[in-house]
Antibody
Framework: QITLKESGPTLLKPTQTLTLTCTFS??????????VGWIRQPPGKALEWLAL???????RYSPSLKSRLTITKDTSKNQVVLTMTNMDPVDTATYYC????????????WGQGTLVTVSS | QSVLTQPPSVSGAPGQRVTISCTGS?????????VHWHQQLPGTAPKLLIY???NRPSGVPDRFSGSKSGTSASLAIAGLQAEDEADYYC??????????FGTGTKVTVL
């Protein structure tokens, strides 16, 4: 059974750095072709892709947010960590992690999401 | 910052067929990248519904079908049911080396 679960702070102040952890099971990030990515969704709005890291440590970032994002993996813990700097109220959203592949761009399993609110 | 354009809403009576369009450009769908569709039921996380343009993951009813042509793709729901009321998002890849999502479509069952 494949599962992913996001964890991290629920409330941040403007200018702070967000650190989110995706803990997964049922697959390995050492398997060729596998990746784990992050997607967010502001309340009542559309999905927005943020970043993805592949089994070989290749990383992809949203061009519009690249300067603020860092994605890393810890294969021994089955975790992927996303950091986003200089948080702003417009970054308030539910943040999801999902499994992806290098051979196809589909995201086949999603976590339940975690709501992050940015407010002073 | 959605790169793929979808109609905001579509509706239909139970049993009817509805289609959702997803329009991209020459740097994503038109460049040959596959299109995938995700269903988001109210208050829940998205779920993969169609992958690689027209394939259904195990457990997805065959009422759902996908197609792709040129710079666009479509999702069709045949025999619309009350449980299909949800938001639907298309998703693809872009030549800028990024994943891209659609603007999302809310399906209402009348």
């Amino acid at each position: 059974q494949i599962t992913l679960k996001e964890s991290g702070p629920t409330l941040l102040k403007p200018t702070q750095t967000l650190t989110l952890t995706c803990t997964f099971s049922g697959f390995s990030l050492t398997t060729s072709g596998v990746g784990v990515g992050w997607i967010r969704q502001p309340p009542g709005k559309a999905l927005e892709w943020l970043a993805l890291i592949y089994w070989n440590d290749d990383k992809r970032y949203s061009p519009s947010l690249k300067s603020r994002l860092t994605i890393t993996k810890d294969t021994s813990k089955n975790q992927v960590v996303l950091t986003m700097t200089n948080m702003d109220p417009v970054d308030t959203a539910t943040y999801y992690c999902a499994r992806g592949y290098s051979s196809s761009s589909n995201l086949d399993y999603w976590g339940q999401g975690t709501l992050v609110t940015v407010s002073s | 910052q959605s790169v793929l354009t979808q109609p905001p809403s579509v509706s239909g009576a139970p049993g009817q067929r509805v289609t959702i369009s997803c329009t991209g450009s020459s740097s994503n769908i038109g460049a040959g990248y596959d299109v995938h569709w995700h269903q988001q039921l109210p208050g829940t996380a998205p779920k993969l519904l169609i992958y690689d343009n027209s394939n259904r993951p195990s457990g997805v009813p065959d009422r759902f079908s996908g197609s792709k042509s040129g710079t666009s793709a479509s999702l069709a729901i045949a025999g619309l049911q009350a449980e299909d009321e949800a938001d639907y998002y298309c998703q693809s890849y872009d030549s800028s080396l990024s994943y891209v999502f659609g603007t999302g479509t809310k399906v209402t069952v009348l």
